[in-house]
């Protein structure tokens, strides 16, 4: 069969139905509820915590009660389960009130009243004198560059924060039994779970289990937190010797969970005989209170710091900041949306400065095959970049339409943005080898039925399809023949996290590579198992993270977004008239469920350019925690939308597959920005770009 011909989602039945189980519906007879009590101060130190009278089968739960290490293991372990004392942002979890009637547990955690002494907060990551992570990418002769400069450009640019968004909120219940602990819920890492539960509670890996249920979306909101939240139930269901069951309602879940990071991006760029020479880059990214996924998130933000162009002298450094702000954490791009935006938009400054139609400059300074990256490795595969533009001129008109909108008059305004992005397919640097080393198994039984045992849950995205794709089309049996159920550490493997672009590229081939070494084996009526494990490409220049050199991923997905407004210059409204998206991600191994993909991805990104405004107050706390006053795109916002599908395949992925999940979020905020500019007829820096802002270009217009 055509490996990219849809077929009917493994999971559309009983999502359609209403069986799928989600953590909400589990049953909660004998089941404790569990509610945080949080810090009110950005930063403060505990003096006292008045507690009413509980009445019988009530309890709290504090860091005292943690029986191993008060700390969860993420990259870093420098998050607290509990707090021991010091708070440092809003939000932080001092402790859990426990309970078996969720009013009554509700109730009580707000009649706890806590008594600080309050300390100066850090609020602006440019106040900010503590540094989680500083990393430099250094090629070529900058100073040289820039001393043979014709011309030299300075500007500097501004992401906002960014949630999530999921369908499902947070939520695990926490099950401590006969000197283990078991943890079920919403997640996307079962084994990032597993390894903070083992250290926060002092267990052996054996004595951990992690069950995924059916999870409500994720986006990146499911990596880091649910390793927070599964320390904090285990620790409550081992002093309450029974079931804990922590969910959030929206507000709390938006309020108190990781957002996308938001960003300072300083660029000075030197031109000489109209190419672009050296780039002097600084990245500052709003860690928050602490960690998280801070370091991996600016690691790819400065590795995509120079774009898709051919930069021979660079310099890049990158900064996290500590803030006293909610921790910021993983969002679908990790860092690229965010360098993405600020380099493009300067490519098409520079152009239009030196009189030169954005596009041809930047087709100018285009990388190609064989070309150096950022960090001195290679591109070792087909940059299709030139190719998918003549697609998508021939679907958008863009460069007709760009040049019809130069010159505008009157009420309406109209504007063509385009962008040229890559993503880079799997993890970072050598962490696939040295870190993840993932595992995938099949198990074939008696009765000729295949089951898929890997730790990659399905959050929406349909692996749970297209791994049983895979696997069936290898094997050449039908489709219901195969099984994939969500993942439980007792059972599966860690093939890895649910991130980074990387579960068909590197979990897909494991599981067609295991398909063969099955059919090689096969015997009917016996049960049969077969695993396989990753390794390196031979190709790849090995990465060195203290030095930045080396291949930073092995293989890239390529996009180019096309973003077409009219603005009404008398109320501000930017309308959105239509939306190409042509996007490489190799081969589609469903159509259907890329496409999908592709025109939700391209959404988000547009929100995030647009409408999704998320700021904290004077005092540090998120102001925008419900979908009151964060507003983010519905079904009648989405404009005519045009998305096709450029196949440049990857050899080492499944039938030419490369990563997909994250590639069509991250052109979107620079084309639609670069619309706006033209439209305008003015430089902008920041997102989200919102009417108000519009408005406030306009008043200047007319001044």
Sequence with gaps: ??????????????????????????????????????????????????????????????????????????????????????????????????????????????????????????????????????????????KKGFEEADKIYIETFKT???????????????????NRITIHGSMQC?????????????????????????????????????????????????????????????????????????????????????KVTAMDVEVKINGGAYTTLSAVVLQRAIICGCGAYE?????????????NTVPSGAYRGFGAPQTFFAVELIMDHIAKDLGKDPLEFKLDNLVKQGDETSTSGKYHFPVPLREMLQEIEANSFYSEKYSLYKTQKGRYRRGMGLSLIFHGAGFTGSGERDHIKAVAKLRKYADGKIEILASNTDIGQGIKTTFAKIVANELNVPLDRIIAEDPDTDRV?????????????????????????LMTIWKDGEEQEVE???????????????????????????????????????TGEARIIGVNGNYDVGTPIDTNIVIGQMEGGLMQGLGYASIEEMTTDKLGRIRNNSFTDYIIPTSVDVPNMEVQLHIEKYPLGPYGAKGAGELPLIGAAPAYVGALEQALGCSLFHIPFTTQDTLKVLTKEKK
């Excluded at 995924?212 to 081992?238: H, N, Q, Y």
């Design 1 to 142: 069969m055509d490996i990219s011909n849809s077929v009917r989602k493994k999971d559309h039945g009983p999502k359609m139905d209403g069986s799928a189980k989600y953590v909400a519906d589990y049953p909660t007879e004998g089941v404790l509820f569990g509610k945080l009590v949080r810090s009110t101060k950005a930063k403060a130190k505990i003096l006292d915590i008045h507690i009413p009278p509980l009445e019988k089968g009530y309890l709290i739960v504090d860091y005292k009660d943690v029986p191993g290490i008060n700390r969860v293991h993420i990259v870093k372990d420098d998050t607290p389960v509990f707090s021991e004392g010091n708070v440092e942002y809003i939000g932080d979890p001092i402790l859990m009130v426990v309970g078996p009637d969720e009013r009554r547990v509700n109730h009580l955690a707000k009649e706890i009243s806590i008594t600080y002494e309050e300390l100066t907060p850090v609020l602006d990551m440019e106040a900010s004198d503590t540094v989680f992570f500083d990393y430099t990418i250094e090629k070529g002769d900058i």
């Design 190 to 274: 079962p084994y990032y779970i597993h390894g903070a539960v083992a250290k926060t509670m002092g267990y052996e890996a054996s004595q951990v289990q992690i069950q995924a249920d059916v999870t409500g979306g994720g986006f990146g909101g499911k990596e880091d937190f649910p390793s927070i939240l599964a320390c904090e139930v285990a620790v409550a269901s081992f002093k309450a010797k029974k079931p804990v069951r922590v969910i959030f309602d929206r507000r709390e879940d938006m309020e108190f969970t990781p957002k996308r990071h938001p960003s300072i991006s300083k660029y000075k760029v030197a031109v000489k005989d109209g």
């Design 493 to 517: 493997p860690d093939s890895g996290p649910t991130v980074a672009s990387r579960s068909l590229m590197i979990v897909g081939e494991l599981l067609r590579r295991a398909s063969i070494k």
């Design 532 to 570: 396989e494990h990753f390794k390196e490409p031979d190709f790849v220049i090995p990465f060195d993270l203290e030095t930045f050199k080396g291949d930073a991923y092995p293989t890239y997905a390529w996009a180019i977004t096309v973003v077409e407004i009219e603005i009404d210059t008398l």
């Design 160 to 178: 906002g924060f960014q949630e999530q968004a999921y369908m499902e909120g947070q939520g695990l219940v926490g099950n401590a039994h006969d």
């Design 311 to 323: 930069v021979k002298n660079l310099l890049i450094r990158g900064l996290a900041m500590k803030t």
